[in-house]
C-alpha cells in the first residue's frame, strides 16, 4: 500500500493488514481484536494509532483519495488531449482497484454496511469528485479542440465513471478474480467513439 522504500510505519502496517482482510475475508466482520492479532499487537496499542475502528476505516478512504487525487492531477498536467484524459483518468481507477482488492470493498460500500453515514458519504465524494473532473475535461474539449459528447456533459460524465464503477463491482462479485482492466484496451475504443462526436 505504501509506495515509500523504508519499512512501513505502524500506522501504515494496520492499515495495509485491514486491506488484506478485506480482501481475504469478505462478508465477516473486521474486528478491532482480529486486526490486532494480523498485525501482531495488542489492541491497546492499536488505539495507540487510531481511537477507533471507524478511524481506520477512514484511513483507508484517505489514503484512496490522496493515490487517486495525486495521480490525477499528474494526469492533467501531462496530458491535453480530452479523450486521452478521459481514458487515463479510468484507467487509473481500475488499475488502483486491480491493485487494491480489499479497498474495492471500501469502494462499492461493501465493507461499509452498518457504519456509519460519514463514511459513506466520504466515499460517495471520491466518485463525485471523478465524476466532476470528468465533466471538466468533457467541458474542456469542446472549447479547445471542438469535441463534445453525443450526451449532454452531465449525462457523459456519468456513463464514463458508471462503466469504471461497474468493473469495480465485477471485481468484487468475481472474489477478485475477474480484474477491473481485464479487456479495457478493447473496449475503451468502442466506449469512446459512441460518447465522442468530432465537430
Same mark, same amino acid.
Given at each position: 500500500?505504501? @509506495?515509500?522504500?523504508? $519499512?512501513?510505519? !505502524?500506522?501504515?502496517? &494496520? =492499515?495495509?493488514? *485491514?486491506?488484506?482482510?478485506? +480482501?481475504?475475508? /469478505?462478508?465477516?466482520?473486521?474486528?478491532?481484536?482480529?486486526?490486532?492479532?494480523?498485525?501482531?499487537?495488542?489492541?491497546?496499542?492499536?488505539?495507540?494509532?487510531?481511537?477507533?475502528?471507524?478511524?481506520?476505516?477512514?484511513?483507508?478512504?484517505?489514503?484512496?483519495?490522496?493515490?487517486?487525487?495525486?495521480?490525477?492531477?499528474?494526469?492533467?498536467? @501531462?496530458?491535453?488531449? $480530452?479523450?486521452? !484524459?478521459?481514458?487515463? &483518468? =479510468?484507467?487509473? *481507477?481500475?488499475?488502483?482497484? +486491480?491493485?487494491? /482488492?480489499?479497498?474495492?470493498?471500501?469502494?462499492?460500500?461493501?465493507?461499509?454496511?452498518?457504519?456509519?453515514?460519514?463514511?459513506?458519504?466520504?466515499?460517495?465524494?471520491?466518485?463525485?469528485?471523478?465524476?466532476?473532473?470528468?465533466?471538466?475535461?468533457?467541458?474542456?474539449?469542446?472549447?479547445?479542440?471542438?469535441?463534445?459528447?453525443?450526451?449532454?456533459?452531465?449525462?457523459? $460524465?456519468?456513463?464514463?465513471?458508471?462503466?469504471?464503477?461497474?468493473?469495480?463491482?465485477?471485481?468484487?462479485?468475481?472474489?477478485?478474480?475477474?480484474?477491473?482492466?481485464?479487456?479495457?484496451?478493447?473496449?475503451?475504443?468502442?466506449?469512446?467513439?459512441?460518447?465522442?462526436?468530432?465537430?
Amino acid at each position: 500500500m505504501t @509506495e515509500r522504500s523504508e $519499512a512501513p510505519s !505502524r500506522r501504515d502496517q &494496520i =492499515l495495509q493488514a *485491514l486491506a488484506h482482510m478485506l +480482501e481475504t475475508h /469478505p462478508g465477516q466482520t473486521i474486528t478491532t481484536a482480529k486486526l490486532a492479532k494480523a498485525v501482531g499487537v495488542s489492541e491497546a496499542a492499536l488505539y495507540r494509532h487510531f481511537p477507533s475502528k471507524l478511524k481506520i476505516f477512514e484511513g483507508l478512504i484517505i489514503f484512496i483519495e490522496d493515490t487517486l487525487f495525486s495521480r490525477m492531477t499528474r494526469i492533467l498536467q @501531462e496530458e491535453e488531449a $480530452a479523450i486521452p !484524459r478521459c481514458e487515463a &483518468i =479510468l484507467g487509473l *481507477l481500475l488499475a488502483f482497484a +486491480e491493485r487494491n /482488492p480489499g479497498m474495492c470493498r471500501i469502494l462499492i460500500g461493501d465493507a461499509l454496511a452498518g457504519d456509519v453515514e460519514r463514511l459513506r458519504s466520504r466515499v460517495m465524494q471520491i466518485f463525485d469528485r471523478l465524476e466532476t473532473q470528468l465533466k471538466q475535461v468533457l467541458r474542456e474539449a469542446e472549447i479547445r479542440e471542438g469535441i463534445r459528447p453525443a450526451l449532454p456533459l452531465n449525462q457523459a $460524465a456519468n456513463l464514463l465513471l458508471s462503466f469504471a464503477e461497474g468493473r469495480i463491482n465485477q471485481f468484487v462479485r468475481s472474489e477478485f478474480k475477474r480484474p477491473p482492466t481485464q479487456d479495457w484496451a478493447v473496449q475503451w475504443p468502442i466506449l469512446a467513439g459512441a460518447i465522442f462526436v468530432t465537430e
